[in-house]
């Protein structure tokens, strides 16, 4: 391993090839506030450098080649011991043979509805190929149309790239294409002017990269070709050539400006393939300024293909937050319940020894209350037996209605209500005086039988049983004639 600025480490004395890769650190790696890892892996290349704020502090390259997760692995263990990174987030730059790129025309109606035409576009590419995680760029064009530069990854790499971060306690947080540095690089460019479109080609050692876009920092187009620079200048000013013609086709202008990213062999290349009047430079591929210009990219950006993952797994997280909280919370809950249900027993053994306690004196006034009862019951049957007993009481009544029937001139001399046990009825007798004449008499002692026939205790006169006697008062000064009657009969006849 070399650093990237040139300077020479002191060789370990063996080949590249038998050093063994260090082993993981263990114990927990102290949080460095703002700094972060960056890693640009380019088909086969690996550069790492350490940032704090965006500001570059020291980086290193791997000299071997880095293709396969494993590698990827042990070339992360040696930039961790080179660079002494002490803190957890990392993020990566990355062009592989398994991380592919595709241009798609998609509806021209609304963002939404072109993200959606996306979703589906890559649900059919599930289907065929199985998960990825993705991105998508929108590209500009002369045409009416929208179009949009999609990146691909397999879920099944990208699982075992995080696995082999998250096992030296690091965090992935973002996974970005090389055209998204090129892209932030495109307003710092030598020469032109800024709405004049160029293109760039970077070289990656096995592969070759070839953005078209504006200063702005909008993307017509972008291919990776497996290309070497070294092995292959011409056919690396070949692709250049096609590219020129394609960007004129969509954009419908002529491309003249090109920036080589890489080594000298095929700049020469470049200028014999794409004719005269283009305006060439050339300058080292430098990873870790493509590093630099991305570092402070948010996680949350479109072009990040861990931007959707990362906002899933934050779901996640908050829907785990909130089941253990759940949990925690049922828990709780339950150990309240059976608490409070544990009082409730020890506060029933309690009540239970207490009423044991008082067993005894709760039979006394259980067999006190018991005989009070018994004689309260024969105190009702006594006095229900008294009522059920006793007459109703006929006689006070029928004297108390014939006060308020009498004639105002008549006197009470003898009054008699009796039962028959016999048959159940009452018969009555009655006699008396009246100061009047015997006719006077007749008619007052008849209008009283009327009455008493009529009135509520229904009354019936034998004919027998009443009769009238004419007598003389002979105390008066004036003598007056006292008429004395004799009434007899029964009562409640109908």
């Known amino acids: 391993m070399t650093p990237a600025n040139g300077n020479s480490e002191s060789p370990s004395g063996r080949p590249d090839g038998d050093r063994p890769a260090p082993a993981p650190r263990s114990g927990r790696r102290a949080r460095r506030s703002g700094q972060t890892l960056g890693i640009a892996w380019l088909h086969g290349s690996l550069t790492a450098a350490v940032f704090r704020r965006q500001t570059l502090e020291r980086d290193c390259a791997i000299s071997r080649p880095v293709h396969t997760v494993e590698e990827f692995g042990g070339a992360l263990d040696e930039v961790l011991a080179s660079l002494d990174f002490a803190g957890t987030e990392v993020f990566l730059v990355l062009e592989h043979e398994r991380f592919s790129h595709q241009t798609e025309a998609a509806p021209t109606l609304s963002e939404s509805a072109a993200r959606t035409f996306l979703k589906a576009r890559i649900a059919r590419h599930e289907k065929d190929h199985g998960r990825v995680v993705w991105s998508a760029q929108k590209t500009i064009s002369a045409r009416q149309e929208s179009t949009y530069l999609l990146h691909f990854l397999p879920v099944e790499f990208f699982d075992h790239l995080n696995q082999a971060v998250l096992a030296r306690r690091l965090e992935l947080t973002r996974i970005l294409p090389l055209v998204v540095p090129l892209q932030s690089a495109l307003a710092s460019l030598p020469g032109g002017s800024r709405n004049q479109p160029v293109l760039v080609a970077a070289d990656m050692g096995l592969a070759t990269t070839v953005l078209v876009g504006t200063p702005e920092g909008r993307v017509a187009f972008a291919r990776t070709l497996r290309v070497s620079w070294a092995a292959e200048p011409g056919r690396v000013g070949v692709e250049v050539n096609r590219s020129l013609l394609y960007a004129k086709q969509k954009l419908g202008t002529v491309v003249n400006r090109i920036s080589l990213l890489g080594s000298d062999e095929a700049t020469a290349e470049v200028r014999a393939k794409c004719g005269e009047g283009k305006e060439i430079t050339a300058q080292p591929a430098a990873p870790t300024n493509w590093l630099q210009a991305v570092a402070g990219l948010s996680p949350r950006d479109p072009a990040n293909l861990l931007a959707g993952h990362l906002q899933w797994q934050h779901r996640r997280g908050l829907v785990r937050r909130a089941l ?146 004419a007598t003389r008062n002979d105390g008066d000064r004036s003598p007056s004639e006292s008429q004395s009657f004799n009434l007899g009969g029964t009562l409640f006849e109908n």
Do not use: K
């Open 324 to 469: 253990g909280t759940a949990g925690w919370l049922g828990l709780v809950l339950l150990a309240a319940a059976a608490w409070t249900d544990l009082e409730s027993a020890r506060a029933e053994d309690r009540r239970f020894a207490r009423l044991r306690t008082e067993a005894p004196m709760l039979r006394a006034e259980c067999d006190r209350l018991a005989g009070r009862n018994r004689e309260v019951m024969h105190q009702r049957e006594f006095i229900e037996q008294l009522a059920n007993g006793r007459l109703p009481p006929v006689p006070e009544r029928f004297l108390a209605y014939l006060a308020s029937v009498a004639p105002a001139d008549g006197q009470w001399t003898d009054f008699r209500v009796e039962r028959d046990e016999a048959s159940g009825g009452w018969s009555f007798r009655l006699a008396g005086t009246i100061e009047t004449d015997a006719e006077t008499a007749r008619a007052s002692l008849g209008s009283l039988q009327q009455r008493l026939e009529t009135g509520p205790f229904r009354a019936h006169f034998p004919e027998a049983a009443r009769f009238v006697t």
